[in-house]
């Protein structure tokens, strides 16, 4: 037991516990750096994934509206020759009716969401008719 004690003894006893002022504010300054560049990540994934879901969107109004223009009759309203706006929640869908010949139009259909667009032409023919089955 006293070999004991004369061991223990022998330990040198530290005079410093914990960290310092200066190492506490470095470690901090590290975990502030790392908080600040995953909260850019983050912010940057959810900037993305909402332009994404605008573009998705964007891209269904307009096969909507292709399809809803070749279903409609030659001579309908919505394909008389002009420009033709229309608004739905927050989408501008517009289509430009030209005349080429008296058989054949082109129609410019353009649906945008702010700064966000889709543009494309579409030919509608009086002869060609879709079949129904």
Do not use: C
Not at 14 to 40: D, H, P
Request: aromatic share 16%; hydrophobic share 40%.
């Amino acid at each position: 037991m006293i070999k004991q004690n004369t061991l223990i003894s022998n330990v040198p006893k530290k005079t410093e516990r914990g960290f310092t002022l200066i190492e506490t504010l470095f470690s901090l300054l590290l975990v502030f750096i790392a908080l600040i560049f995953i909260s850019k990540t983050l912010i940057f994934s959810i900037y993305a994934n909402r332009n994404s879901l605008i573009r998705f969107k964007i891209v269904q109004k307009y096969e909507y509206y292709k399809y809803y223009l070749y279903s409609r009759p030659f001579d309908s309203n919505e394909l008389k020759k002009g420009d033709h706006p229309k608004y739905e929640n927050k989408f501008k869908i517009n289509w430009i009716v030209k005349n080429i010949t008296t058989s054949l139009k082109k129609i410019t259909l353009k649906i945008s969401y702010k700064d966000l667009m889709k543009q494309n032409f579409i030919y509608k023919s009086k002869f060609i008719k879709e079949i129904k089955k």
